[in-house]
């Protein structure tokens, strides 16, 4: 079965600094991988998908994510964050065809940007 | 606005009780998933139904069903309600189901068992 880890649960960040939110996932096999986020009293949304192809991913709000399949590792990158930004955001796996399709979603990493 | 709705938006009740959570997916969309998340256990996926019909099963408990309507809503029965079952309750479609399809995801209904 996959796994997925967020590393960090929390990454604090100063308005328009760099952020990375980390994520390693466990598979034996192929896998998709994907970014949710979820901002207050809201359902998650899809930020962007690892489906296959290039392995550096670009997403909405500017955010992109790069595929490491040696480190197995998805980790996600804003050059610039702003408040807005301010949300939790899941990281997911779903095995490739052939397996099951079910994402398994991380523990969450809440990103808090700072004025 | 994902287009999938959930209603309602918070229900409170008491342990040993039974409630339905509703679903409507997003026009088109032939798939309904069911999570709940909570602070302890993380997102946990519940159940999946294609077209009417249960195509996957996660960790959800006895307690708990889920059936899907022919107009393609949704809705989880939880019963004998203990303490624990306090948490959001997702509903997330797609158009179909496979691993590659986008999962569009409800506002939550967020339960509270006193």
């Known amino acids: 079965a996959q796994s997925v880890t967020q590393l960090d649960s929390q990454v604090p960040v100063f308005e328009e600094a760099p952020v990375e939110l980390r994520c390693n996932y466990s598979?034996?096999?192929?896998?998709?991988l994907f970014w949710y986020v979820q901002y207050p009293n809201q359902g998650l949304q899809l930020l962007l998908k690892y489906l296959s192809g290039s392995t550096l991913v670009k997403g909405i709000n500017g955010f992109e994510a790069e595929f490491n399949k040696s480190q197995t590792s998805f980790h996600l990158r804003k050059p610039s964050v702003h408040i807005s930004d301010t949300a939790e955001y899941f990281c997911a796996v779903s095995l490739a065809p052939g397996g099951s399709y079910i994402p398994t979603f991380g523990r969450g990493t809440s990103l808090i940007v700072h004025p | 606005d994902s287009g999938v709705t959930q209603t309602p938006k918070h229900l409170i009740t008491a342990t040993g009780q039974r409630v339905t959570l509703r679903c409507s997916p997003r026009?088109?969309?032939?798939?309904v998933y069911w999570y709940q998340q909570s602070l302890d256990q993380g997102l946990q996926f519940l159940i999946q139904?294609?077209?009417?019909?249960?195509?996957a099963k996660g960790n959800i408990l006895e307690r708990f069903s889920a059936q899907q309507f022919p107009d393609l809503h949704s809705e989880l029965n939880l019963s004998s309600l203990e303490l624990g079952d306090s948490a959001l309750y997702f509903c997330?479609?797609?158009?179909?189901?496979?691993?590659?399809?986008?999962?569009?995801f409800g506002p939550g209904t967020r339960l509270t068992v006193l």
């Open positions: 598979s034996s096999v192929s896998v998709y």
């Open positions: 139904y294609y077209n009417g019909e249960e195509r």
């Open positions: 997330a479609s797609s158009v179909v189901g496979g691993s590659i399809n986008e999962q569009f």
């Open positions: 026009s088109g969309d032939l798939s």
